[in-house]
């Protein structure tokens, strides 16, 4: 059995602190409350960062760069969001940068596979990542078909299935507005689906 699990954002222990109450802290601050929201989200960003990248290195180096980013401009948060889209805007920011720099000529690219980004969601009917946990198809198998989707249907999957994040969320995160975040989760589960598929196939 083989599972994708899904990070925990805006984690609070029972008798814990907010990430919002941490963030309110430390810019007073506190600076035990950054170590604390550092502990919180370093993994899960971590496993983010790399997902979207696919390089350990480079993704240690943005993550670093992204809690030095939390340190130096912690001022520039505001209540009105949520700490967790923050920083994974920052943290999302700094991956697209690194993969501008790296004018990749191998990205896949699924512009044959649908030409056109529609403002509408589609039903949720196929074949998520997540609904593979009890197949033939192994975790290294979903994740090197997650690899292959180009970066801007990569990321809002891997924040949506993976991260766990709402709709919502993700629009706030990318910039972009709610029905284009639908439309490329959608794209990205069908083009999910079709590889998918072809690998269950071989396997039985």
């Known amino acids: 059995m083989t599972t994708v699990n899904k990070e925990i954002t805006n984690v609070k222990n029972e008798s814990g602190p907010t990430d919002e109450q941490l963030i309110a802290r430390f810019q007073q601050g506190d600076a035990y409350a ?4 550092v502990k919180r989200y370093r993994d899960p960003l971590m496993n983010y960062i790399f997902r979207f990248l696919g390089d350990r290195i480079d993704a240690e180096d943005i993550l670093q760069e992204t809690f030095l980013r939390l340190y130096k401009n912690k001022h520039y948060y505001k209540e009105i969001a949520k700490f967790s889209t923050w920083i994974y805007t920052i943290a999302g920011n700094l991956a697209k940068t690194e993969l501008r720099k790296r004018k990749r000529r191998n990205i896949f690219s699924i512009h044959n596979f649908m030409s056109t980004e529609k403002d509408y969601e589609l039903p949720d009917k196929g074949i998520t990542p997540d609904k593979y946990a009890n197949s033939a198809i192994t975790d290294t198998e979903i994740q090197k078909a997650i690899a292959k989707l180009s970066p801007k249907f990569k990321q809002v999957i ?26 490329r989760v959608n794209r990205a589960r069908l083009k999910l689906q079709y590889d998918l598929k072809k690998i269950l196939k071989d396997v039985k």
Do not use: A, C, M, W
Not at 158 to 166: A, E, I, K, Y
């Open 34 to 37: 950054y170590d604390l929201l």
């Open 158 to 183: 891997l924040l949506r299935d993976v991260q766990g994040f709402s709709y919502e969320e993700i629009s706030q995160i990318v910039n972009i507005p709610l029905g284009t975040v639908k439309s």
